[in-house]
C-alpha cells in the first residue's frame, strides 16, 4: 500500500486521495459535492457553518476540517444529514433579515442555492427581525448586515488574500456580527472594490455598488442548475 | 360527479402572485373545466357558498380584516396553499418589520418628506379601515398551511403542477427550477 494514497469511502464509493487533504478537498477532487457555505477553495477552512457536516464513522463532523484517512467510512447524500443542513439554512434565513425579491444578488447567492438544492421551500421558524447595521460609507462597496451569514470568508480573504485585515467577528452567539476594522467605518478602510475579500461573499452582504441586477432572470448562475452541479459534473482524472 | 371547488384570497400583497395563476395561458380553458370557482377576486364572488376543496392564499397578514379572512379561509378549505414570497414569509411588505410600527405611520402620514402641510398630518384611524397589526406575518404564523409555493410570483407552471397534482391527489413534487424565492 502506497503511503502517498489513503482509500476511503463516500456513501459506499471507493475514493482515493493524497493523505493531506480534508474529506470535502478529497470529495471534490473526484466530482462529489459535500454541501457547503463557509469553506471557499484558496482559503484556510473557517468550520463556521457546519452546512458541511457529514458522518465518519457514524459520527457527525465538519467534512471542510476533518483530514481523510485510511479506511473511513463517511456519508454524505443522506435524508438525515440533507434534513440537518436544511435546519442550518433555515436559521440562518430567519436570523438575518433577507427580503429575496428585493435583493440584488438573487439567483447568484449561495445562501438561496443551498435552499434550492435542499429543496427548502419556504423557512417555517418564527423570523427574529434582529436589528443589523447597513455601512454604506465606502464610495464604491456596502456591507449590509442584514444579509450576512458570518461564513467568515471576507475576514480570511482580506487577511490571507487581500494582506489587509479589514473584517473581523463581534460579539458572541446571536449577537456575533462581522465588524470593520476602523473607527470610522468602511471608509475609513484601505479596502477596494476589487479585493479579493469583495468577491468571496456567498451573499448580498458585501456588494459593490451600482453594479446590481445587472443578469436577467432564467440566467442568473442558480437558475437552471442547482449549486454543486459545477463540482458533480467535472471530469475525474485519477 | 360534482367538481372539485376552488377559493382564492389576496392579502398583503400586490396582486402580482393571482396575475400568475391567470398567466397558465390557455390551460385556464382546462382548469375552469377541471375546476369550480368560489370566493374569489378573480370573480368577485364575496362569500363562501360551499365547502372548498383547495384555498389558494396570496399575501401576508398584516391587519386584522386579513388575519379574519384566513382564519375564515382556513375553515372552509380542505387544504390552504400559500403561494409566493409574501404569503409564505412577509415578503416586500414584511420590510416594515425592522421599524416599530408606530415610527412606520409618523414616517409615512406626519414626518416623511412627502407630507405637505406641516402640523396638520393625521395618522388615518378611521373604523372602517382594518388595524394594522404590528408585524407583517407568514400565513402558516397565523394558521396551519398545507403546502407551499415560493416565488414572487411563483411562475404559472409551479401553480399549474401544483394544481394538478393536488387535484389528482398525486404528491406534490417541484423541480429543480420551479423552486424560487425571486
Ligand atoms: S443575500 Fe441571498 S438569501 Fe439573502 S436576501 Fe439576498 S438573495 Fe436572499
Ligand atoms: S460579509 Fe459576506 S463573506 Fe463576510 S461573513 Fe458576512 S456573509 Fe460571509
Ligand atoms: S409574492 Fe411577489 S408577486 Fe406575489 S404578492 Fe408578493 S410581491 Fe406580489
Ligand atoms: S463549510 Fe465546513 S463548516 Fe462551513
Redesign the pocket.
Given at each position: 500500500m502506497s503511503m502517498n494514497v489513503v482509500t476511503f469511502t463516500i456513501d459506499g464509493v471507493e475514493v482515493k486521495s493524497a493523505p493531506d487533504k480534508t474529506i470535502?478537498q478529497a470529495a471534490d477532487d473526484v466530482g462529489i459535492y459535500i454541501p457547503?457555505?463557509?469553506?471557499l477553495k484558496d482559503l484556510p477552512?473557517?468550520?463556521?457553518?457546519?452546512?458541511?457536516?457529514v458522518k465518519v464513522n457514524g459520527r457527525p463532523v465538519?467534512?471542510?476540517?476533518y483530514p481523510v484517512a485510511e479506511g473511513i467510512v463517511v456519508e454524505n447524500n443522506t435524508e438525515e444529514l440533507h434534513s440537518l443542513r436544511r435546519n442550518i439554512i433555515e436559521m440562518l434565513f430567519v436570523e438575518g433579515n433577507h427580503f429575496c425579491p428585493s435583493c440584488e444578488v438573487a439567483g447568484k447567492c449561495e445562501l438561496q442555492a443551498l435552499a434550492y438544492r435542499l429543496a427548502l421551500l419556504t423557512p417555517q421558524m418564527p423570523y427574529l427581525y434582529a436589528q443589523k447595521e447597513l455601512d454604506a460609507t465606502h464610495p464604491d462597496v456596502y456591507l449590509d448586515r442584514n444579509r450576512c451569514v458570518l461564513?467568515g470568508r471576507c475576514v480570511r480573504a482580506s487577511i490571507y488574500l487581500d494582506k489587509k485585515n479589514v473584517f473581523g467577528f463581534e460579539n458572541r452567539g446571536i449577537s456575533m456580527r462581522i465588524s470593520v476594522n476602523s473607527n470610522d467605518g468602511l471608509k475609513d478602510t484601505n479596502l477596494t472594490k476589487d479585493d479579493k475579500s469583495m468577491s468571496v461573499c456567498p451573499t448580498g452582504c458585501l456588494v459593490v455598488k451600482r453594479q446590481g441586477f445587472t443578469i436577467p432572470v432564467g440566467k442568473r448562475p442558480y437558475d437552471k442548475k442547482p449549486i454543486g452541479s459545477e463540482i458533480e459534473t467535472k471530469t475525474v482524472n485519477s | 360527479m360534482s367538481k372539485p371547488v376552488v377559493a382564492t384570497a389576496h392579502f398583503t400583497g400586490c396582486f402580482g402572485c393571482h396575475m400568475s395563476i391567470l398567466d397558465i395561458d390557455e390551460r385556464i380553458l382546462d382548469l375552469v373545466e377541471l375546476v369550480e370557482f368560489n370566493k374569489s377576486p378573480i370573480n368577485d364572488i364575496k362569500n363562501f357558498t360551499k365547502p372548498v376543496d383547495i384555498g389558494i392564499i396570496e399575501g401576508g397578514i398584516s391587519n386584522d380584516e386579513n388575519a379574519e379572512i384566513l382564519m375564515e379561509f382556513r375553515k372552509h378549505c380542505k387544504i390552504l396553499v400559500a403561494i409566493g414570497a409574501c404569503a409564505l414569509t412577509g415578503g416586500v411588505p414584511s420590510m416594515r418589520n425592522l421599524v416599530p410600527l408606530k415610527e412606520c405611520l409618523e414616517e409615512a402620514y406626519l414626518n416623511g418628506p412627502t407630507v405637505k402641510s406641516e402640523n396638520t398630518g393625521i395618522i388615518p384611524n378611521d373604523p372602517d379601515i382594518p388595524v394594522l397589526l404590528d408585524k407583517v406575518y407568514p400565513c402558516h404564523e397565523v394558521v396551519k398551511i398545507d403546502y407551499f409555493l415560493p416565488g414572487c410570483p411563483p411562475t404559472a407552471d409551479t401553480i399549474w403542477n401544483a394544481l394538478v397534482a393536488l387535484l389528482k391527489g398525486e404528491p406534490l413534487n417541484l423541480d429543480y427550477e420551479l423552486i424560487k424565492y425571486d
Amino acid at each position: 500500500m502506497s503511503m502517498n494514497v489513503v482509500t476511503f469511502t463516500i456513501d459506499g464509493v471507493e475514493v482515493k486521495s493524497a493523505p493531506d487533504k480534508t474529506i470535502l478537498q478529497a470529495a471534490d477532487d473526484v466530482g462529489i459535492y459535500i454541501p457547503r457555505l463557509c469553506y471557499l477553495k484558496d482559503l484556510p477552512p473557517g468550520g463556521h457553518c457546519r452546512v458541511c457536516t457529514v458522518k465518519v464513522n457514524g459520527r457527525p463532523v465538519n467534512a471542510c476540517t476533518y483530514p481523510v484517512a485510511e479506511g473511513i467510512v463517511v456519508e454524505n447524500n443522506t435524508e438525515e444529514l440533507h434534513s440537518l443542513r436544511r435546519n442550518i439554512i433555515e436559521m440562518l434565513f430567519v436570523e438575518g433579515n433577507h427580503f429575496c425579491p428585493s435583493c440584488e444578488v438573487a439567483g447568484k447567492c449561495e445562501l438561496q442555492a443551498l435552499a434550492y438544492r435542499l429543496a427548502l421551500l419556504t423557512p417555517q421558524m418564527p423570523y427574529l427581525y434582529a436589528q443589523k447595521e447597513l455601512d454604506a460609507t465606502h464610495p464604491d462597496v456596502y456591507l449590509d448586515r442584514n444579509r450576512c451569514v458570518l461564513c467568515g470568508r471576507c475576514v480570511r480573504a482580506s487577511i490571507y488574500l487581500d494582506k489587509k485585515n479589514v473584517f473581523g467577528f463581534e460579539n458572541r452567539g446571536i449577537s456575533m456580527r462581522i465588524s470593520v476594522n476602523s473607527n470610522d467605518g468602511l471608509k475609513d478602510t484601505n479596502l477596494t472594490k476589487d479585493d479579493k475579500s469583495m468577491s468571496v461573499c456567498p451573499t448580498g452582504c458585501l456588494v459593490v455598488k451600482r453594479q446590481g441586477f445587472t443578469i436577467p432572470v432564467g440566467k442568473r448562475p442558480y437558475d437552471k442548475k442547482p449549486i454543486g452541479s459545477e463540482i458533480e459534473t467535472k471530469t475525474v482524472n485519477s | 360527479m360534482s367538481k372539485p371547488v376552488v377559493a382564492t384570497a389576496h392579502f398583503t400583497g400586490c396582486f402580482g402572485c393571482h396575475m400568475s395563476i391567470l398567466d397558465i395561458d390557455e390551460r385556464i380553458l382546462d382548469l375552469v373545466e377541471l375546476v369550480e370557482f368560489n370566493k374569489s377576486p378573480i370573480n368577485d364572488i364575496k362569500n363562501f357558498t360551499k365547502p372548498v376543496d383547495i384555498g389558494i392564499i396570496e399575501g401576508g397578514i398584516s391587519n386584522d380584516e386579513n388575519a379574519e379572512i384566513l382564519m375564515e379561509f382556513r375553515k372552509h378549505c380542505k387544504i390552504l396553499v400559500a403561494i409566493g414570497a409574501c404569503a409564505l414569509t412577509g415578503g416586500v411588505p414584511s420590510m416594515r418589520n425592522l421599524v416599530p410600527l408606530k415610527e412606520c405611520l409618523e414616517e409615512a402620514y406626519l414626518n416623511g418628506p412627502t407630507v405637505k402641510s406641516e402640523n396638520t398630518g393625521i395618522i388615518p384611524n378611521d373604523p372602517d379601515i382594518p388595524v394594522l397589526l404590528d408585524k407583517v406575518y407568514p400565513c402558516h404564523e397565523v394558521v396551519k398551511i398545507d403546502y407551499f409555493l415560493p416565488g414572487c410570483p411563483p411562475t404559472a407552471d409551479t401553480i399549474w403542477n401544483a394544481l394538478v397534482a393536488l387535484l389528482k391527489g398525486e404528491p406534490l413534487n417541484l423541480d429543480y427550477e420551479l423552486i424560487k424565492y425571486d
